[in-house]
C-alpha cells in the first residue's frame, strides 16, 4: 500500500513539474472545462427564467445538484481522465505493453499516471457552486451531514472512475471503435438531473442498474435534507459494485489484449 | 470547369466510401445522440411537469426541436474535420496538394458534404425505427415555404459549420495542438448554435446579440425555420442576410489563414 500511495505521489511530482513546463496548455485547459462547466450551469439558470421547479426542485436546489455532479466529475477529470483516456488509445495502438512491464497492478499503472491540475483548480469553482447554491437556501450542514457528504463525493468518484474504466475497457473487444469514451459523457449527462424526473423503465435503467442518478442526487440530497441511510447505502454499494465490474471486465479484456509486436 | 468539377467528384465518392467503411465510428456517434435524446425528454419532461408552455411553446413543440437540431447536426454539422485537416498538416500530408492543382478547400469540403450525406441518412434510420414512440410528440408547422426555405439555409449552415473547422484546422500553421481550442469553442457552439436549449428561451437581449454571431446560423436558423421558431418570413429574409455575411466572411478568413498558414510551412523531405 505504501509502495502503490509512493508510486502515486511521485506521479503526481511529475504531473506538477509537467504542468508547469506547459503553461498555456494549463490556462487554455482549466478555461476548456470554466466554459463546459458554465453551460450546464447556464441551462439551468436560462430554464429557470421560464418555470420555477423542475420535478419538484427549486433554481438553488437544481445548483445544489448540478454543482455536485460538476464537482464529482471534476475529481475525476483531475485525478484518473487523461491517464484512463490514453489507456484506450495504447489498448487500441498496442502501445499499453509498456504498462504491463511495469513492477505493479496493471490497471493502476495505467489509469494513475498523470493528475490534471487544471481540472483539480476548476474543482473549486465546482465548491463554490455548491457553497452559494447551500447559501442561498439558507442550509445549514451539520459536521455529520458534511463528513458524509464528502464520504459520498468519493464514493461517487469511486463509481465514475468505474464507469469510466469499464467503457474504455469496451477497447480490448471493439479496437476499430474510436470516442468509445463518450459513454462516460453521455451517461454523467443523467447525473445532473433529479431523480423525481425519472419514471418508469428511465427509473429503473438510471436510477437502479445505472449509478449515474445515484452518484449525485446521495450527496445533494444529504446537504439538502440532512443524512438519510437509505441514500448512504445505496451509493456506497454501487461504488463497491462498480469498482468490482471494472476491474473484473478490464482484467477480462487484458486476456484478449493483442499487443503490438510482430 | 467540367474538369474541376470532375476533380472533386472523384473527392466527393472518395468520402462517401470512406464514411461508409467506418460504420462503427457513426454507429457509437449515433448511440451517444440517442442517450441525449433520453436525457432531453427526461429534463423537459420535468420542467413540462411544472408548466403548460415554456417560452410559448409546448413540450411538443420543444422535443420536435430538439429531434430536428439532432438530425441537423448530423446532415451540415462539422464532426472531426478540424482534426482532421489539423493532421494532414502536422504529417506534411498537404505538401501533395501545394504541388497538384486542387484547391485544399474545394477538396475537403467534397470530402465534408459527402460525410454529411452518409450521416445525415444513416441517422434517418434509428429516428424511424423510434417514430412509433415518437410521432405523438412531433409537431411541426404546416407553412410550405418553411420546407423550401430550410434547404438553402441548411446549405448555408453546412458552409458556415465546416468553414470554422477549417479555421480551427488552420490554426495547426501556429499551434501544434489545436485539441484545446476546438473543446472550447464547442462549448461556445453548443450554447449559441441551440444545442443545449432553443435560444429563444433566452432574455429579450442576449437573444438579439446571438442573432448577430455566427453560432446561431450553424444549426439553430434551420432548424427554428423547420419547426416554427421563427415566425415569419421578413425574420427568415433577415436572418438569410447575416447568414451570407458570415459565409463571405468565413471564407474570406480561411482563405487569408491559408495563405498566412503556407507561409509558415516547411516540407521536408523528398
Same mark, same amino acid.
Given at each position: 500500500?505504501?509502495?502503490?500511495?509512493?508510486?502515486?505521489?511521485?506521479?503526481?511530482?511529475?504531473?506538477?513539474?509537467?504542468?508547469?513546463?506547459?503553461?498555456?496548455?494549463?490556462?487554455?485547459?482549466?478555461?476548456?472545462?470554466?466554459?463546459?462547466?458554465?453551460?450546464?450551469?447556464?441551462?439551468?439558470?436560462?430554464?429557470?427564467?421560464?418555470?420555477?421547479?423542475?420535478?419538484?426542485?427549486?433554481?438553488?436546489?437544481?445548483?445544489?445538484?448540478?454543482?455536485?455532479?460538476?464537482?464529482?466529475?471534476?475529481?475525476?477529470?483531475?485525478?484518473?481522465?487523461?491517464?484512463?483516456?490514453?489507456?484506450?488509445?495504447?489498448?487500441?495502438?498496442?502501445?499499453?505493453?509498456?504498462?504491463?512491464?511495469?513492477?505493479?497492478?496493471?490497471?493502476?499503472?495505467?489509469?494513475?499516471?498523470?493528475?490534471?491540475?487544471?481540472?483539480?483548480?476548476?474543482?473549486?469553482?465546482?465548491?463554490?457552486?455548491?457553497?452559494?447554491?447551500?447559501?442561498?437556501?439558507?442550509?445549514?450542514?451539520?459536521?455529520?451531514?458534511?463528513?458524509?457528504? %464528502? /464520504?459520498? *463525493? &468519493?464514493?461517487?468518484?469511486?463509481?465514475?472512475? @468505474?464507469?469510466? #474504466?469499464?467503457?474504455?475497457?469496451?477497447?480490448?473487444?471493439?479496437?476499430?471503435?474510436?470516442?468509445?469514451?463518450?459513454?462516460?459523457?453521455?451517461?454523467?449527462?443523467?447525473?445532473?438531473?433529479?431523480?423525481?424526473?425519472?419514471?418508469?423503465?428511465?427509473?429503473?435503467?438510471?436510477?437502479?442498474?445505472?449509478?449515474?442518478?445515484?452518484?449525485?442526487?446521495?450527496?445533494?440530497?444529504?446537504?439538502?435534507?440532512?443524512?438519510?441511510?437509505?441514500? %448512504? /447505502?445505496? *451509493? &456506497?454499494?454501487?461504488?463497491?459494485?462498480?469498482? @468490482?465490474?471494472? #476491474?473484473?471486465?478490464?482484467?477480462?479484456?487484458?486476456?484478449?489484449?493483442?499487443?503490438?509486436?510482430? | 470547369?467540367?474538369?474541376?468539377?470532375?476533380?472533386?467528384?472523384?473527392?466527393?465518392?472518395?468520402?462517401?466510401?470512406?464514411?461508409?467503411?467506418?460504420?462503427?465510428?457513426?454507429?457509437?456517434?449515433?448511440?451517444?445522440?440517442?442517450?441525449?435524446?433520453?436525457?432531453?425528454?427526461?429534463?423537459?419532461?420535468?420542467?413540462?411537469?411544472?408548466?403548460?408552455?415554456?417560452?410559448?411553446?409546448?413540450?411538443?413543440?420543444?422535443?420536435?426541436?430538439?429531434?430536428?437540431?439532432?438530425?441537423?447536426?448530423?446532415?451540415?454539422?462539422?464532426?472531426?474535420?478540424?482534426?482532421?485537416?489539423?493532421?494532414?498538416?502536422?504529417?506534411?500530408?498537404?505538401?501533395?496538394?501545394?504541388?497538384?492543382?486542387?484547391?485544399?478547400?474545394?477538396?475537403?469540403?467534397?470530402?465534408?458534404?459527402?460525410?454529411?450525406?452518409?450521416?445525415?441518412?444513416?441517422?434517418?434510420?434509428?429516428?424511424?425505427?423510434?417514430?412509433?414512440?415518437?410521432?405523438?410528440?412531433?409537431?411541426?408547422?404546416?407553412?410550405?415555404?418553411?420546407?423550401?426555405?430550410?434547404?438553402?439555409?441548411?446549405?448555408?449552415?453546412?458552409?458556415?459549420?465546416?468553414?470554422?473547422?477549417?479555421?480551427?484546422?488552420?490554426?495547426?500553421?501556429?499551434?501544434?495542438?489545436?485539441?484545446?481550442?476546438?473543446?472550447?469553442?464547442?462549448?461556445?457552439?453548443?450554447?449559441?448554435?441551440?444545442?443545449?436549449?432553443?435560444?429563444?428561451?433566452?432574455?429579450?437581449?442576449?437573444?438579439?446579440?446571438?442573432?448577430?454571431?455566427?453560432?446561431?446560423?450553424?444549426?439553430?436558423?434551420?432548424?427554428?425555420?423547420?419547426?416554427?421558431?421563427?415566425?415569419?418570413?421578413?425574420?427568415?429574409?433577415?436572418?438569410?442576410?447575416?447568414?451570407?455575411?458570415?459565409?463571405?466572411?468565413?471564407?474570406?478568413?480561411?482563405?487569408?489563414?491559408?495563405?498566412?498558414?503556407?507561409?509558415?510551412?516547411?516540407?521536408?523531405?523528398?
Amino acid at each position: 500500500m505504501t509502495k502503490y500511495l509512493q508510486i502515486w505521489l511521485a506521479s503526481a511530482r511529475y504531473s506538477v513539474a509537467r504542468t508547469m513546463m506547459f503553461r498555456f496548455d494549463f490556462l487554455l485547459w482549466a478555461t476548456v472545462e470554466l466554459f463546459w462547466m458554465s453551460v450546464n450551469l447556464l441551462l439551468i439558470t436560462v430554464i429557470y427564467e421560464h418555470t420555477t421547479s423542475i420535478a419538484g426542485w427549486s433554481k438553488y436546489q437544481m445548483l445544489l445538484l448540478v454543482g455536485t455532479s460538476l464537482l464529482i466529475q471534476r475529481f475525476l477529470m483531475g485525478f484518473f481522465w487523461s491517464s484512463i483516456f490514453e489507456m484506450g488509445r495504447n489498448i487500441r495502438t498496442g502501445y499499453f505493453d509498456y504498462f504491463l512491464a511495469q513492477p505493479g497492478n496493471i490497471l493502476f499503472m495505467a489509469s494513475t499516471r498523470k493528475i490534471d491540475l487544471d481540472g483539480l483548480i476548476n474543482s473549486f469553482v465546482a465548491m463554490g457552486v455548491v457553497a452559494y447554491a447551500a447559501h442561498r437556501l439558507g442550509l445549514h450542514p451539520t459536521l455529520l451531514d458534511l463528513g458524509v457528504y %464528502a /464520504l459520498m *463525493i &468519493f464514493s461517487g468518484l469511486i463509481i465514475h472512475y @468505474g464507469m469510466l #474504466v469499464l467503457s474504455i475497457s469496451l477497447a480490448f473487444w471493439i479496437t476499430s471503435a474510436q470516442g468509445i469514451e463518450g459513454i462516460y459523457f453521455t451517461l454523467s449527462e443523467f447525473s445532473r438531473l433529479p431523480k423525481a424526473a425519472f419514471k418508469g423503465v428511465a427509473s429503473v435503467a438510471f436510477v437502479w442498474v445505472l449509478p449515474v442518478v445515484v452518484v449525485s442526487n446521495a450527496p445533494a440530497e444529504t446537504l439538502l435534507r440532512g443524512f438519510q441511510p437509505r441514500w %448512504a /447505502l445505496a *451509493i &456506497f454499494a454501487a461504488a463497491l459494485l462498480w469498482v @468490482g465490474a471494472a #476491474v473484473w471486465v478490464f482484467h477480462r479484456g487484458l486476456r484478449r489484449y493483442s499487443s503490438a509486436s510482430s | 470547369m467540367l474538369t474541376a468539377l470532375t476533380k472533386y467528384r472523384h473527392a466527393f465518392l472518395l468520402g462517401l466510401q470512406s464514411n461508409l467503411v467506418y460504420r462503427v465510428n457513426f454507429a457509437v456517434r449515433g448511440f451517444f445522440y440517442m442517450f441525449h435524446l433520453v436525457v432531453v425528454f427526461i429534463l423537459w419532461g420535468a420542467v413540462y411537469s411544472g408548466a403548460k408552455d415554456i417560452g410559448g411553446f409546448s413540450f411538443g413543440q420543444t422535443l420536435t426541436y430538439f429531434l430536428v437540431m439532432l438530425v441537423m447536426q448530423f446532415f451540415v454539422g462539422a464532426f472531426n474535420e478540424d482534426y482532421q485537416i489539423s493532421e494532414e498538416i502536422r504529417n506534411g500530408l498537404i505538401n501533395q496538394f501545394l504541388l497538384k492543382p486542387i484547391n485544399y478547400f474545394l477538396y475537403r469540403f467534397s470530402i465534408f458534404v459527402a460525410a454529411r450525406l452518409v450521416t445525415g441518412i444513416l441517422i434517418l434510420l434509428p429516428l424511424l425505427v423510434t417514430l412509433p414512440l415518437l410521432h405523438e410528440y412531433i409537431t411541426l408547422p404546416h407553412d410550405f415555404w418553411r420546407i423550401g426555405l430550410v434547404v438553402p439555409a441548411m446549405a448555408l449552415s453546412a458552409l458556415i459549420q465546416f468553414s470554422i473547422a477549417y479555421c480551427f484546422g488552420m490554426m495547426t500553421f501556429w499551434f501544434l495542438d489545436i485539441q484545446g481550442f476546438v473543446i472550447l469553442s464547442m462549448a461556445v457552439e453548443s450554447l449559441l448554435g441551440g444545442q443545449m436549449f432553443p435560444l429563444d428561451l433566452l432574455p429579450a437581449g442576449v437573444f438579439r446579440v446571438a442573432q448577430f454571431l455566427p453560432f446561431y446560423y450553424q444549426t439553430y436558423f434551420p432548424v427554428a425555420i423547420l419547426t416554427g421558431r421563427i415566425h415569419s418570413l421578413g425574420e427568415v429574409w433577415q436572418g438569410f442576410g447575416i447568414q451570407i455575411a458570415w459565409v463571405i466572411l468565413l471564407l474570406g478568413l480561411n482563405q487569408l489563414l491559408w495563405v498566412r498558414g503556407l507561409r509558415r510551412h516547411t516540407a521536408v523531405g523528398g
